[in-house]
């Protein structure tokens, strides 16, 4: 029963991290990047917080959730924001030609 719970932990976790990351993360998209690191810290120490609570009451499915919250909350905010973060974060990247090789020569 232990691994069922641990699974469901890591699983909801991960899902509710990064739909709260990538939507603070598109909130935050226009705004200064002050807020997106705020964000940033605020989302570690829930991480951190739930580590703790976990690891205090001996739960692993606690502890394992919110392991899995902060690494996905962490990259649906980066990639809610755009990405990139600082100041070239917003603009569009520049098109690259690419050379694509024949697959048969003649």
């Known amino acids: 029963m232990d691994v069922v719970l641990a699974l469901l932990g890591l699983l909801a976790g991960a899902v509710v991290g990064w739909f709260v990351g990538h939507h ?3 909130r935050v ?3 200064r990047a002050w807020r997106y ?8 120490l829930i991480g951190l917080a739930g ?6 009451l001996g739960q692993p499915w606690l502890w394992i959730l919110s392991i899995a919250f ?3 909350a962490l990259t ?3 990639y809610g924001r755009g990405k990139t973060v600082g100041s070239g974060s917003l603009d ?3 098109h690259e030609e690419r050379d694509i090789p ?4 003649d």
């Open 24 to 26: 603070l993360g598109d």
């Open 51 to 56: 580590d703790f609570l976990g690891l205090t």
């Open 37 to 44: 690191w705020l964000l940033n810290l605020a989302v570690l």
């Open 76 to 78: 649906g905010l980066k």
């Open 102 to 105: 024949r697959l048969w020569e």
């Open 70 to 72: 902060l690494i996905s």
């Open 92 to 94: 569009e990247p520049e």
């Open 29 to 31: 998209k226009d705004q």
